[in-house]
């Protein structure tokens, strides 16, 4: 029997369509539904009430959560789940959390004033990353690579950012360029790309065009993904890890990941991991 699944999200990109297309491969049903559509709140949830899953994709840190939250109190099967969802959305959370259960993340300070930020340039180390708590795709993430240029920078932050946009992080410039990027689908490590930045553009991001090539599954890589999921629960993530001197470092988890970059490199049928997935729990 064929299972109705809604993907929530605010536009269509590859990674839906991919997930539409294969869909019935495996006994589903993808619907798209915009997500600013669905006016939650209904203890019976008629917006998604006929469908067997809600996958949550949205974009926006301020929909996902609210969205995964009512759906899943209405009582429908909801991926991820809202803490997973919650945490992911707010960097800060995330860290704490995941640093409480024995993860490694890299050291950071929470910036919520200019006292806060100078207080941040006096403790960590040159050249350093502010980046917003809440946001991704690479977007107003800036190396700060020396105290003058820092100051100027906050200036911006602190005049034109508004609410939850002035709460940034500072953190140690990591990377050098690179980032691994592993796709997760329930408990399992689908498959892992390295990302290096591309042109003059430090931030090696997926979203901004950086290159791609297939990572091994290194054993470390494997102990920390699988200490990500004990924390968050099985589901579908994108987890960006840092090589360090010290090892590897989770520099952030994305509940709503894409995975094209991870399927060109490695070459392996995402889509259909993440449609087998989500007939397994709707059987």
């Not at 559509?37 to 949205?58: E, K, Q, T, Y």
């Not at 950071?108 to 917003?132: C, G, H, N, T, Y």
């Not at 001197?245 to 889509?271: I, K, M, Q, S």
């Amino acid at each position: 029997m064929t299972k109705s699944v809604a993907i929530v999200a605010d536009r269509i990109s590859w990674e839906e369509r991919e997930l539409i297309r294969t869909a019935p491969d495996h006994g589903l049903r993808i619907d798209w539904v915009n997500d600013e559509s669905l006016c939650l709140g209904h203890p019976d949830a008629p917006s998604v009430r006929d469908f067997d899953a809600v996958l949550v994709r949205s974009r926006s840190y301020t929909r996902g959560g609210l969205i995964a939250n009512l759906a899943e109190t209405a009582g429908v099967l909801t991926l991820n789940t809202a803490r997973a969802v919650h945490l992911c959305e707010n960097k800060a959370l995330l860290r704490t959390a995941l640093r409480t259960a024995g993860v490694p993340v890299p050291d950071f300070r929470l910036v919520l004033s200019r006292r806060d930020f100078e207080k941040a340039l006096d403790e960590l180390e040159m050249p350093l990353v502010l980046k917003p708590v809440f946001g991704g795709m690479g977007k107003r993430v800036t190396l700060l690579r020396d105290t003058d240029l820092a100051q100027s920078v906050y200036d911006y932050v602190e005049d034109l950012g508004h609410a939850f946009e002035q709460a940034c992080l500072v953190e140690p410039y990591l990377g050098g360029g690179t980032s691994v990027r592993c796709l997760v689908v329930g408990e399992e490590l689908v498959g892992a790309a390295e990302f290096v930045s591309g042109g003059t553009d430090w931030r090696n991001n997926a979203a901004l065009g950086n290159t791609s090539r297939a990572a091994a599954h290194d054993p470390d890589v494997v102990k920390i993904v699988g200490g990500v999921v004990a924390e968050l629960g099985p589901g579908i993530y994108g987890v960006d890890l840092f090589r360090t001197d010290d090892g590897y470092v989770v520099n952030e988890v994305n509940h709503a990941p894409g995975f094209r970059g991870v399927a060109t490199a490695t070459g392996v049928d995402a889509a259909s991991a993440v449609a087998r997935y989500v007939r397994e729990l709707v059987a």
